[in-house]
């Protein structure tokens, strides 16, 4: 059995020699490079864009604005919900009246070489009269804010609930009621976009290097936008230094390359720098959360209310609502809550557009309901772990039908045992001695602090994915998966589970994804869903090959295939271990002159299917913190880190782990030190490393990890459940919990991330900053309840 052993990586072969393919790599004879003209303000109508004299300048091919462009193109939503289709928030390929953010595409420039395009660039005269910004969501919304869009600023407004929430606050024994916000900020991969477009004279058609994530998706689109038929355009996607959600959406850019590609009649290339990549891909998080609870005398939930503010940039993008929608029907949790209500308005301002970033929607409500959890814990009196036990949904009480839909499916949490993971959890931390360093470290006068959080997440998002499973003559078991290879494992996961059902080793199997020309039908990779559906996919793609190999086996031993046993690549009779042929011979007995077929059966060791999916599946765990607050810097180390996680079935562990360890790095990021800023102008204040501050190695602390297979899903033959974002879902609660345990705050952190400036201001309240330094003193506590560290 490979499936739940620690295989490693298939591939880290190429990646760990520098032999990985990456979009920037590739290259095409007479290939030109575009460079994109960006808008240099917030919000500003457009008098003229004049290209002159970048079209006269050396190396200069072309430059178009978008009086160049088929008239009306704009990028579709890709997840429609609520059948808000959000036409009139759409963003154009290039701005023509309006600009709305800093770095919106104007026009585009196209040389010989990449250098030249850049220069050339730079001569666009562009003539913009700015116009207000508007950078605040609550004035944005607000009756008489400066119009963005003749509808408004105001691009969704829903609710979702059930039960009488406001007769359970009527007669609660206590409410408890706070408001943070999450910062904005967005996923960073190592390797920004990169894009090769080559045109095909013989058939119009083009061939497409670099996108990633959704390729069949983006296929179709671009297909419609350029009114080709979808097989003219072949999509390869390849290895890529990260996605996190935002690399793969289609964006401008995937129009315009081909497009040029298409009318100049030669290859196009395009790369992203690092600046591009903070102002034009898919910022997220940015929301303000008013959330109470109702409860009564014994510490239960008998409500849970949230009112959100959704800060979504300048346009809706491909995944129109589906992060504002997450946050509110995710925020539940795992928690028992009788009666809940929720609404979120969905608001544009001048900033770079907002999309998903890995666990979009649930990173910011878990945070928000874990730090109400916080603070109504100690207005209660009970442990915050105790608080959490006592209305946790028990195994009993699942699945657990809620009355709550969210990316088209209904909410029903399947199988598990929470109160149990939690237990789990706390027994860990305490047997590797995080309590023990909190307690050391106060006695030692330093400012620690415990922080927990549990999170309930989801996966498997269908609506479906396709696989094919080939064996060619030599024995080699070729998959094609419409996912994609984001760093994640996917080619190692997707071998493993087709060798296991062959019988096969997994040097065997060679895994292709995310080829549109090999896999028309995929799905891509995103929501943590690709072991979940394209893994069943290529499970009941290979069973089917296995079934169909011991079929013609039977026929080549003469034996009943009852009586035939499949093992390191071979079929053989059952005591008799002479009789045997390879997987190889198998394949061969499939040609149409072997003999073996009978008439009308199709030729070839090979099955295409289909896995679909009703229902997600809903995996859950706990994060524990050990966080140090230097109260005059405002500093904030976390020293220790702890996952608990559900995964129902690890078909590679190691991956799990590591797929967790990444997200807790990513959420640690989010929490302390990634922000986008801007300044009242609508300058970015943030667009390179040295202003947008990633976690390095000194950041991030030793990260403990519990992976649980206690809970198969039962929705999926596997019973697997995604793990791509474990790991980030709760690190913004438990480490805002630590940095409140350890300043002993009586209400919540306010919000993240949790800059030296902000720990200050809660550390010493009124002052406006920590002391001076060098100084002794230390803020009074302010929390009176259970010992800290032990809740």
């Known amino acids: 059995m490979t499936v739940g052993a620690r295989v490693p990586r298939k591939e880290d072969s190429r990646l760990l020699r520098g032999r990985g393919a990456f979009a920037d790599g590739f290259h095409a004879r007479g290939e030109l490079w575009a460079r994109i003209v960006r808008s240099p303000v917030a919000h500003g109508r457009v008098r003229a864009v004049d290209l002159s004299k970048a079209r ?27 059948g808000l289709p959000l036409t009139e928030y759409l963003q154009p390929v290039l701005a023509a009246g309006v600009v709305r953010y800093v770095g919106e595409p104007l026009a585009v420039v196209v040389a010989e070489d990449g250098y030249a395009a850049e220069d050339a660039a730079e001569l666009a005269d562009l003539d913009i009269e700015p116009l207000p910004p508007v950078l605040d969501a609550a004035a944005a919304a607000a009756p008489g804010a400066v119009p963005l869009f003749p509808a408004g600023n105001v691009a969704a407004d829903f609710s979702m609930g059930y039960g009488d929430a406001d007769a359970a606050f009527g007669r609660a024994a206590r409410m408890v009621e706070t408001e943070i916000e999450i910062g904005r900020h967005t996923g960073v991969p190592l390797e920004p976009r990169s894009l090769l477009a080559e045109p095909d ?3 119009g058609g083009l061939s497409i290097t670099g996108m990633t994530k959704v390729p069949v998706f983006n296929r179709d689109v671009l297909a419609g936008l350029l009114g080709i038929d979808e097989t003219l355009i072949h999509v390869r996607a390849v290895d890529a230094g990260g996605g996190f959600g935002v690399r793969g959406e289609f964006y401008p850019e995937d129009y315009l390359v081909p497009w040029l590609a298409l009318a100049l009649g030669r290859p196009v290339k395009w790369a992203e720098d690092r600046a591009e990549h903070l102002v034009a891909v898919n910022h997220s998080r940015q929301q303000v959360h008013r959330i109470s609870a109702a409860f009564d005398s014994s510490g239960r939930i008998l409500a849970l209310a949230d009112d959100i503010l959704h800060d979504n940039g300048a346009y809706c993008r491909t995944h129109g609502i589906a992060v504002p929608e997450l946050t509110v029907a995710m925020l539940p949790g795992p928690y028992r809550v009788p009666a809940f209500r929720g609404r979120i308005r969905v608001v544009l301002t001048n900033k770079t557009p907002c999309g998903t970033y890995r666990a979009p929607g649930r990173f910011e409500g878990t945070t928000a309901r874990e730090q109400l959890l916080d603070v109504a814990a100690d207005q209660l009196g009970i442990g915050r772990a105790e608080l959490r036990r006592r209305n946790l949904l028990g195994p009993g009480e699942l699945p657990c039908r809620r009355p709550l839909s969210t990316l088209g499916t209904d909410m029903v949490l399947d199988a598990g045992d929470y109160p149990a993971l939690l237990a789990a959890a706390e027994t860990e931390a305490a047997r590797l001695g995080y309590h023990a360093d909190v307690d050391r470290g106060r006695a030692a006068g330093r400012r620690r602090g415990l922080g927990l959080a549990v999170f309930l997440e989801k996966s498997g998002l269908g609506p479906q994915d396709t696989a094919d499973v080939m064996v060619s003559k030599t024995g080699t078991v070729h998959v094609y998966s419409g996912g994609t290879s984001l760093g994640q494992g996917i080619e190692t996961v997707l071998a493993q589970i087709a060798a296991d059902a062959l019988g096969v080793g997994t040097d065997t199997v060679q895994v292709v994804n995310g080829d549109t020309a090999l896999q028309p039908f995929g799905s891509g990779s995103w929501a943590s869903r690709s072991t979940v559906v394209a893994g069943n996919a290529v499970h009941a793609a290979a069973t089917a090959v296995a079934g169909r190999a011991r079929q013609l086996a039977a026929r080549m031993l003469e034996a009943a295939e009852d009586d035939l046993i499949t093992a390191e690549g071979t079929i053989a009779v059952r005591g008799d271990p002479r009789s045997v042929v390879s997987l190889a011979q198998v394949a061969r007995a499939a040609a149409p002159a072997s003999g073996y077929l009978r008439p009308g059966e199709p030729a070839g060791l090979a099955a295409r299917r289909r896995f679909d999916v009703n229902h997600m599946t809903y995996p859950y765990g706990v994060h524990i913190a050990v966080a140090e607050v230097d109260p005059g ?10 996952v608990a996680y559900e995964v129902g079935r690890a078909v590679n562990p190691a991956l799990v782990e590591g797929q967790l360890r990444g997200g807790v790095a990513q959420g640690i990021g989010g929490s302390l030190l990634e922000e986008f800023s801007y300044d009242e102008t609508g300058q970015p204040q943030a667009v390179t490393f040295m202003d947008y501050q990633m976690p390095t190695a000194a950041e991030i602390p030793p990260i403990d990890v519990l992976v649980a297979q206690e809970a198969p899903a039962p929705g999926n033959p596997l019973g697997v459940r995604g793990a791509g974002e474990g790991g980030i879902s709760a690190a913004g609660a438990a480490v805002a919990s630590a940095v409140r345990d350890a300043l002993g705050l009586a209400g919540s952190v306010g919000r993240l991330p949790l800059t030296p400036d902000r720990v200050a201001a809660l550390a010493w309240p009124g002052t406006g900053a920590g002391p001076d330094a060098g100084a002794t003193r230390w803020p009074a506590r302010r929390r009176q309840d259970v010992p800290r560290g032990r809740q």
Do not use: C
């Open 56 to 82: 006269r300048a050396a190396g200069v091919v072309a430059a178009v604005s978008a009086a160049d462009l088929p008239p009306g193109l704009v990028i579709p939503v890709r997840l429609v919900l609520r």
């Open 201 to 203: 004279s013989r058939t």
């Open 633 to 642: 810097t405002g500093e904030v180390r976390v020293l220790r880190y702890l």
